[in-house]
Every structure is written in C-alpha cells, then in structure tokens.
C-alpha cells in the first residue's frame, strides 16, 4: 500500500475583487464562480440559465452571442462594483450535431459555435478591456480545451474554435501588456462536467475517455478552477500570453504511444496470467 504523504495546500484572497464569470451557471463555470466565491471575491455570473441557488455570485441573465447583452452585462458590474478585476471567458456550446465531418455539419451549428465559442469571447472582453485600461490592471483568462492543441475525427469546428481561444489571448496579452493587463488560456482535458457527459458515448465512453489519460481518470471542475484562480492570482504575475494545460498528462501522450490498459483488461490479465 501507497503511504499516505502530506500533499499540500495553496490558499488565496480575492477579497475586494470584482470577477466576471461567463457560462457560470454550470460545470467549468460553476467551480470557476464558487472558487473566486469561497476566497472572497464579487463574483458576477452571466449565463443563459439560472445557477445553483447555493452559488455566492449575483447573477445576469446574458447570451454571450448578442452584443447587447455583453455591454449590459459589463455595464451592470460597473454600475454595481465599481470595477472589473477578472473576466473569465467560459461560456461555450459543443452540440451532437457538430461531432460530424464538415461537409456534414449545417451552417446554423457552426455558426452558432462561432457566434458563442469564439465570438462571445471577443464580444465580453472587447466591452471589459477599457474599464481595465482605466484601472491600470486586469486579469483575462480564456477557457480553452485539450481540442485547442490536438484533435481527432468529426470535431472540425468545435476544435479549431479552441485553437482561436488561444491565440486570442495570446494576441491581447501582448496588446494590452502596457497597461497592466495579463491574458491566458486554460486548457482542460476531459473535464466531468455536463457538455463532456452528454458526448460520452460519441468518444467511446467514460471508461475509454478516462483512459486516454495518462492519470487514468478525467478530471472534475474543480481541479480546473483551482488552476484558474491561482492564474488570475499575484502569484501568476509574470506570467501572461501563454497557455495551462490541465489535463491529465492528454497532451503529453503520443498517439504512437502504446495505450493504458483500462481496469477491466488490467482484472482480465490479472485473472489469467501469461
């Protein structure tokens, strides 16, 4: 048996600061909200549905598509704060019907991809990024994706989308360096969150999925938001135009690597040997 071993603890405050949190209601987003929550911070959450009622944030209805509501949404913080510390761009779709080749896939989906995964970034950090200009400082963290780096069969638009996420934080961070704005990405692997849940038979299961990991488990939100709540931190201050992966060893693995053994093969050669 493994010896138990302390493994220890990081802690933050994000007392007095402002954190706007898209796609909030639920999975990623949700962590996200309840991390900044727990360590002191405002936290805004914006989505389309409602959140947990157990969640500490205020709550703006807001569909990252429409212009008009990102300017409301920012305007509403301001008004309410006084200021923007963070904004996380996390508010994505990956619909069923996008997991076909692209000759295969119908204008409307992608488009509304685009519109929310890529376009919705834009939209909100193009309506925060003067108020922290004004402030003279400001954190932006995109929510990126394993997808964003390397990518499989019959996920054409939902992956290069991810890429994008990355390169415009990259693209900002050196814009905006001079007035004391950091921008990142975050890239997590498979996450169990609901997008990830309801596309587990598409990627061959949650066994299979979990196995592709070198850590030979998925991850959970969580672990993500704690990534993202130290990046947004002091302790990330010199640190800006790049991209976290939090994913499970994924990006490290070769595909020409010979695979894991899931827990029923491992069971299987246990139960006859040779």
């Known amino acids: 048996m493994p010896l ?3 493994a220890g603890n990081v802690t933050f405050d994000n007392q007095g600061r402002v954190i706007l949190v898209t796609g909030g209601a639920s999975g990623i987003g949700a962590a996200i909200c309840q991390a900044f929550s727990e360590t002191g911070g405002s936290v805004v959450c914006l989505d389309v549905n409602l959140p947990p009622t157990s969640m500490d944030a205020e709550f703006v209805r807001c569909n990252v598509a429409v212009d008009e509501d990102c300017e409301a949404a920012v305007e509403h913080t301001i008004e309410h704060f006084g200021a923007i510390d963070v904004l996380i761009n996390n508010a994505a779709i990956q619909p069923s019907t996008s997991y076909q080749p692209i000759d295969q896939i119908g204008p409307e989906v992608w488009q509304s991809m685009i519109d929310i995964n890529l376009c919705g970034y834009l939209r909100m950090a193009k309506n925060v990024i003067p108020y922290m200009k004004q402030q003279g400082s400001g954190v932006i ?3 990126a994706s394993g997808q ?3 990518t499989a069969r019959e ?4 992956g290069p989308i991810k890429a994008a996420n990355v390169m415009q934080a990259r693209q900002w961070a050196v814009e905006y360096a001079r007035d004391g704005i950091r921008v ?3 890239s997590p692997g498979a996450i169990d969150t609901p997008m990830v849940r309801a596309s587990l038979e598409a990627q061959g299961g949650a066994d299979a999925l979990a ?3 070198p850590i030979g488990r998925i991850g959970n939100p969580e672990e993500v938001a704690s990534a993202a709540v ?3 931190s002091n302790s990330a201050s010199f640190i800006t135009g790049t991209d976290l992966e939090v994913d499970g060893g994924l990006g490290a693995f070769g595909a020409f690597a010979d695979p894991y053994q899931t827990p029923s093969q491992q069971t299987e050669n ?3 040997p040779g």
């Open 230 to 232: 130290w990046l947004c």
């Open 141 to 143: 963290l995109n929510v």
């Open 148 to 150: 964003a780096h390397r």
């Open 184 to 186: 990142n990405s975050i």
């Open 270 to 272: 246990r139960n006859h």
């Open 211 to 213: 196995n592709r990991h």
């Open 4 to 6: 138990s071993r302390p």
């Open 155 to 158: 996920v054409g638009i939902y």
